[in-house]
């Protein structure tokens, strides 16, 4: 039995749970937990300049680590985490996130601050904890790493007044329980009859896909899938998040589908598939192309394995659904299949032929850029010719991420490429890309917008004092351009009035923030400059004005349609 106050309580217990940093910055209310852990835990602390860069932080964090990260912001910033929350709700990303709060029951009497914090993010957490008595943190920190890994995972919030940081009493019951230090921390396998019928439609469809969504990625369960492809000769498709379940050089390989970064080549085979084995996809708007990119649901034959229930069946009708880990049943099938099928005489599938000639049809197309633009194509050409393995890419809905989606090949498995598709907020990227460099050794791209980077500046001060490997990369068109051409290309407006703003010389902002900067005006320097980059170990910037969406049409599917009606330039 030891006697010790809430602060101590809380560090030792994530210390237990092998917790490395923790995302954040200070206000009053914290400053007792402060004390405790500068005086007595080796837990880092990054610190932010905003608490919506530290929550989309702390969810990238996860992402790549695949351990639950962790979260804290002080009472008055508390709403500021509700951005970075949400998208790692609904992106299935398990995040303990402990908001401190003034006094129980003075938000009664209107004490500064004063919220119902439990109310506010019980809807986008899968628990929301008030904790009000120091005794009680152990049994609900375990708890809340049990619920935050477990079935499908989500964010825990942790509701601490500043009192119950001081407060001492005997604490008899510290311990942790080690499966819940890492995502998933159990492995649900489907029902077996459900796992063999799975097989048999999968072994008599003339024309199969496999389609992963990040659950597939969140469960581990790329080495399972390539094994099943192989096996099986079936091509693998991937949703904008799934991006990276299997190598996409991989002859089954069709690289990513959908509204969001699918090309014309992979739209049109999914289309044409007669099976769909959809691998942790919640089958949401952005991945199907509004749930049409199938065609007539009824003429298809549809299997999905999911942990999350609720996503199966939800938006095809199912000839068999499975309700399990990807990883785990894909494993199970695997054995099945090699038990009762002893001789699998599968015609050999090679996409290579048709994605290198839809990539050599964009890399060659030429389309003239407006005056004073250059082409994303190039960019992301370039990416893919000199990021390394071990890089990161971090990329946030908009010019930013629709055309590396499309043209980038992540080359070895994994989760290396980031985006917020799940939610779609601007301002995740430099967030994103402070998570994954404290989360990975390698370098990190993050590529952004103007529009994005106004939200925050601030925090390109957080890269500089890190001392981490990160590339900022600017595709400026002044403009919030996904919604210039939303409205141009399909509302029919003229002059969108609400989505262009000035100029700002982002080159010497970032300057004197210390960054390594550079502006890009020429094709020719877009390679040295981010090799260039990419060798310099500190904090980089690279600006390069691009055409907003409306003037070269992206990787949309409807907007590429309206394009051609209208006689603008796209890519497909």
Known sequence: MTRMNGAQVILRMLEL????????????????????????????????????????????????????????????????????????????????????????????????TGLDQTALYSSICKESFYLTRVEDIPFLLRRAFRVATSGRPAPVHVRVPINVFHEEVEITDIYAEPEYRHYPAHRPVA????????????????????VCGQGALISGAGAAVLELAELLQIPVATTTPGKGTIPETHPL????????????????????????????????????????????????????????????????PLAVGLVGDARATLEYMLELLRQENAVLDRPIVDLTELKQSALDAVFNANIPMPKGTLSPVRL???????LPDDGIITAEPGVAAIYPSALMSVRKAGRRYLTNYSMGALGYSVP????????????????????????????FETIRRSGKNITVILMRNDSYGWIRGEAILLDDVDAPWTTDFGAVDYVKVAEGFGFSAARVTSEDQIEPVLAAALANPGANF?????????????????????ARSKGLSYFR
């Open 380 to 386: 992301a050409q370039t990416l893919d010719k000199l």
């Open 191 to 210: 029902d077996h009859g459900k796992i063999r019928q799975a097989i048999a439609l999968l072994l008599a469809a003339e024309k199969p896909l496999i």
């Open 17 to 112: 749970h092998e917790v490395g940093c923790v995302f954040g910055l200070p206000g009053e209310t914290t400053i007792g937990w402060y004390k405790e852990w500068q005086n007595s835990s080796s837990i880092k602390f990054v610190l932010t300049r905003d608490e919506r860069t530290a929550s989309f932080a702390a969810e990238a964090y996860a992402k790549v680590t695949g351990r639950p990260a962790v979260l804290e912001a002080p009472s008055p910033g508390v709403t500021h985490c509700a951005p970075g929350i949400a998208e790692a709700y609904l992106s299935s990303v398990p995040v303990i996130f402990f908001s401190s709060d003034i006094p129980v029951n003075q938000d009664k009497k209107h004490g500064l």
């Open 432 to 459: 994103a890309a402070i998570g994954a460099a404290y989360a990975s050794d390698g370098p990190v791209i993050c590529l952004t917008g103007d529009g994005s980077l106004a939200f925050v500046l601030g925090d």
């Open 542 to 562: 690279i600006e390069m004005m691009v055409p907003t969406q409306d003037q070269i049409v992206p990787f949309v599917p409807n907007w590429v349609d309206a």
């Open 253 to 316: 390989s069709l690289r990513v589908i959908g509204a969001r970064g699918g090309m014309g080549y992979a739209n049109d085979y999914a289309g044409a598939a007669d099976t769909i084995f959809l691998i942790g996809s919640n089958t949401d708007s952005s991945s199907t192309n509004h749930w049409k990119l199938y065609g007539a649901p009824q003429s298809k034959t549809f299997i999905q394995l999911d942990i999350a229930e609720a996503h199966v069946g939800n938006n095809f």
